[in-house]
């Protein structure tokens, strides 16, 4: 079969090297587990990507969606520490889904807060599609996550922690399990950080990173890591053939 798609060519390799790089990791991870560990850091691949706050009638949204990744949903991002292991540089997406607002903004004493809820997505394809290396859910509208910074600055941040909040981490490749923590840090904050009319943080654009944290427990077992780089090994070579059937000369 001749594979021509470049668009499916190149998600194909991106995938498989995501999926390569998170093997290595699990073989380098002991099995025991790991408390208060790095699950995921990650920051932005393209810098020019942007992170959208919109208020509307006095409620606010983050989203991922309109940039570049080929699927205008997710941002791409470069993973450089994966369930405690540093130095790493897996290619994955970065996906909002309804990280809303569930409270007025305050100020205190220069600061700005104000409660969210949704969840984030770290994957393998975009738009939440493809392995799932960290999807974080903060939705007890109790116990929110906060996005906070300062009144007229250029940067804040969006943390949750588990306990005292509700925040549920989950992987492909580990069981995480509390103390949880996230911290997404948002740089270049345009226009600058603030409070609208209506009472929530107004719309901003900006760029962002993300830490998150819990004790990690890495499952996948001899036979399902197995099975795992059997896939691999067959995208690779699906890869492979394509490139030979496209150097091949047609033949008379």
Known sequence: MKISNPRVISAARSQMRSLVCACGVLILFCSAAQAGSTVIQFSQTNPADIV????????????????????????????????????????AFETFVGVTSTAAAVSVSGQV????????????????LGTNFLTATFTDTS???????????????????????????????ATLTAPTSMTMGFSNVTPPFGIAADGSIASFTAQN??????????????ATLGMGCMALAFVSLAV?????????????
């Open 52 to 91: 959208t706050a919109t208020d509307t009638a006095g409620v606010t949204t983050l989203s991922t969606a309109g940039n570049a990744d080929g699927a205008g949903l997710s941002i791409a991002v470069t993973i450089s520490n994966f369930l405690g292991v540093p130095g790493l540089a897996i290619p």
């Open 113 to 128: 807060f104000q409660s969210f809820t949704g969840t984030i997505e770290v994957t393998s394809g975009p738009g939440g």
């Open 143 to 173: 116990a929110a996550g906060v996005l906070g910074g300062t009144l007229g600055g250029t940067q804040a941040q969006l943390t949750a922690t588990g306990p005292p909040q509700s925040l549920l981490l989950t992987s492909d490749f």
């Open 240 to 252: 492979r053939c394509n490139r030979r059937f496209r150097r091949k000369p047609a033949e008379a």
């Open 209 to 222: 990173t993300g830490t998150f944290g819990a004790t990690i427990t890495p499952i996948p077992e001899p």
